[in-house]
């Protein structure tokens, strides 16, 4: 099984509705990335968060970090087309400094 | 634009085949990470490499093989290749040993047939 489970696998929304992507670990969490992929491209880092309540946003996009449930959210704010993509969360569950990532989840934003 | 060049960009070859994937780093950064994103393993950690040493390893085959070398690109060598090895193999570089911020080239997709 998955070190680190994403929810939901897929999602379709409307362009300008609200959604929440989550990310949880079967181990302790020792900083928690987040990523976007575009469809056959390379993945471009979003945030990171290293501490638990940490809570960052970039434009329209939010991740919090809940330690104590080994859990992490991304929220996207009036989503927009641009968004579509695959987001990964990302982490070094073994405080080994290998960083593994999520099973991903496939957004699409249509108009 | 990254900054990390991964060639080739597409291989197709045939089982039994070895191929080279190369990745050069952005410049400055001392760490490569190699990553493998197929359909149903999703990305998969391989292998990293910092300064020319091998740092942390991951579920990579004993088939596959990966070395830094002193200019800090790296090569990740496929062999008696099989049609499950088929995927998108990414490269990653960063400045230091370890941070979760890494800058991934755009893959080489390799079809083996």
Same mark, same amino acid.
């Given at each position: 099984?998955?070190?680190?489970?994403?929810?939901?696998?897929? $999602?379709?929304?409307?362009?300008?509705?609200?959604?929440?992507?989550?990310?949880? /670990?079967?181990?302790?969490?020792? %900083?928690? +990335?987040?990523?976007?992929?575009?469809?056959?491209?390379?993945?471009?880092?979003?945030?990171?968060?290293?501490?638990?309540?940490?809570?960052?946003?970039?434009?329209?996009?939010?991740?919090? $970090?809940?330690?104590?449930?080994?859990?992490?959210?991304?929220?996207?704010?009036? /989503?927009?087309?641009?968004?579509? %993509?695959? +987001?990964?969360?990302?982490?070094?569950?073994?405080?080994?400094?290998?960083?593994?990532?999520?099973?991903?989840?496939?957004?699409?934003?249509?108009? | 634009?990254?900054?990390?060049?991964?060639?080739?960009?597409?291989?197709?070859?045939?089982?039994?085949?070895?191929?080279?994937?190369?990745?050069?780093?952005?410049?400055?950064?001392?760490?490569?990470?190699?990553?493998?994103?197929?359909?149903?393993?999703?990305?998969?950690?391989?292998?990293?490499?910092?300064?020319?040493?091998?740092?942390?390893?991951?579920?990579?085959?004993?088939?596959?093989?990966?070395?830094?070398?002193?200019?800090?690109?790296?090569?990740?060598?496929?062999?008696?290749?099989?049609?499950?090895?088929?995927?998108?193999?990414?490269?990653?570089?960063?400045?230091?040993?370890?941070?979760?911020?890494?800058?991934?080239?755009?893959?080489?997709?390799?079809?083996?047939?």
């Amino acid at each position: 099984s998955q070190e680190l489970e994403q929810s939901p696998q897929s $999602l379709i929304v409307q362009e300008g509705k609200n959604l929440t992507i989550n990310c949880t /670990s079967s181990k302790t969490l020792y %900083g928690l +990335y987040w990523y976007k992929q575009k469809y056959g491209e390379g993945l471009i880092f979003l945030m990171m968060l290293q501490k638990g309540g940490e809570e960052k946003s970039h434009e329209k996009i939010t991740a919090k $970090l809940d330690e104590k449930k080994q859990q992490s959210s991304l929220h996207i704010t009036a /989503s927009q087309p641009s968004h579509a %993509g695959i +987001y990964l969360c990302g982490a070094d569950i073994r405080n080994t400094d290998k960083l593994i990532f999520g099973t991903g989840t496939r957004l699409q934003v249509f108009p | 634009d990254s900054g990390v060049t991964q060639t080739p960009k597409h291989l197709i070859t045939a089982t039994g085949q070895r191929v080279t994937l190369r990745c050069s780093p952005r410049s400055g950064d001392l760490s490569v990470y190699w990553y493998q994103q197929s359909l149903d393993q999703g990305l998969q950690f391989l292998i990293q490499y910092y300064n020319g040493e091998e740092r942390a390893k991951g579920n990579i085959l004993e088939r596959f093989s990966a070395q830094q070398f002193p200019d800090l690109h790296s090569e990740l060598n496929l062999s008696s290749l099989e049609l499950g090895d088929s995927a998108l193999y990414f490269c990653a570089s960063s400045p230091r040993l370890f941070t979760g911020e890494l800058f991934f080239g755009e893959g080489s997709r390799l079809t083996v047939l």
